[in-house]
């Protein structure tokens, strides 16, 4: 009696604490979690396809730039496409952790995906679209991050994470832009 008065007047109930851990089906999803679920696998689901979309948006650019002075565009092109594929394996982990699946069905990943692809052969033109893309994703986790609000702090933190490389990525393709 004496250990569960103390435990609460840390603030927290130690024993229903571990009672609660004790239920091993939800994985890391423990009693404690606040969001609705269902809505944020949708979510995810949703910003996974953007991702993808954006490694094979970025990877045909990478692939078919061509003419002298480009190679920066290029590299950035290919460095931006592996660090979307990051992003995406991310998600895809989390969906997992909320004992979700994950949905890689080409069939619907354009229909799900915020951005769009594009297969522009000219480089100012992929610039553009990528651009467009950036700032996409960047309005698209915005608006993710302040539905999740408090209820999901892991998923918030990864968004937020996400969001800011998508930020770098905005900057970096406004700087390619012809001045």
Not at 67 to 74: A, D, I, L, S, T
Not at 91 to 114: C, K, M, T, W, Y
């Amino acid at each position: 009696m004496e250990q569960n008065q103390s435990n609460l007047a840390h603030g927290f109930d130690k024993e229903a604490i571990r009672k609660a851990a004790a239920n091993l089906d939800d994985g890391a999803v423990t009693d404690g979690y606040q969001a609705d679920r269902e809505a944020v696998i949708r979510m995810l689901n949703d910003a996974l396809a953007t991702e993808l979309v954006c490694v094979l948006r970025y990877k045909r650019h990478y692939f078919t730039v061509s003419g002298r002075g480009n190679g920066q565009v290029k590299a950035e092109f290919l460095e931006h496409a592996t660090q979307e594929q990051e992003h995406a394996d991310w998600l895809a982990e989390r969906i997992v952790q909320l004992n979700g699946s994950p949905d890689f069905n080409p069939a619907s990943l354009v229909a799900r995906s915020h951005a769009e692809y594009d297969d522009s052969d000219d480089v100012n033109a992929m610039i553009r679209a990528n651009l467009i893309a950036e700032r996409v994703a960047i309005e698209s986790y915005r608006q993710m991050i302040a539905a999740i609000g408090d209820k999901d702090p892991t998923t918030r933190n990864l968004l937020i994470e996400i969001m800011a490389v998508e930020e770098e990525h905005a900057d970096d393709m406004r700087d390619l832009l012809p001045k």
